[in-house]
């Protein structure tokens, strides 16, 4: 499945996605299945499903409006991955809509309750709790800690 993900992200176009979108939101509620002596590994193919919904955004903003709902409840996820692949994708979702004329209060509200979320996981990076394979160069999970502090105040 996450094989598949990552080929529909490839070919995507605008038009694709109406015929598409349920098939993703279907993925994230993906479980660990094995078929054929494999196991398909959950969080990669919700890592793959959320990347896919950053490109629906990408290519049609309109079409992921409700994606932020799903993307809280990976958000506060047990695997590392899944949590970061929902960072890029809040990042983008943030980001690419505070800077769009039609950007109000209310939706800068709508985030705001991510907040603390954010500052805890920024402590525990800076904090040295987490795997030391997302660190560069002794530095603990750079690209992370930059897209949680551009959201912040966005």
């Not at 402590?123 to 930059?146: R, S, T």
């Amino acid at each position: 499945m996450a094989t598949a993900l990552i080929a529909t992200s490839e070919l995507l176009t605008a038009d694709m996605i109406p015929a598409l979108i349920h098939l993703v939101y279907q993925a994230l509620q993906h479980k660990e299945w094995e078929l054929g002596g494999v196991l398909t590994r959950r969080s990669t193919v919700l890592c793959k499903a959320i990347m896919l919904l950053q490109r629906f955004h990408q290519l049609d903003p309109a079409s992921v409006t409700d994606m932020g709902d799903e993307l809280r409840k990976h958000l506060k996820t047990y695997d590392i991955s899944v949590m970061f692949a929902c960072i890029s994708v809040l990042h983008d979702f943030i980001i690419v809509r505070s800077m769009t004329a039609s950007y109000s209060q209310a939706d800068a509200a709508s985030f705001k309750d991510l907040l603390p979320f954010f500052t805890d996981l920024l402590m525990k990076i800076v904090g040295d709790q987490f795997d030391h394979a997302y660190d560069f160069d002794n530095l603990p999970a750079p690209w992370v800690q930059m897209k949680v502090i551009r959201v912040g105040p966005a």
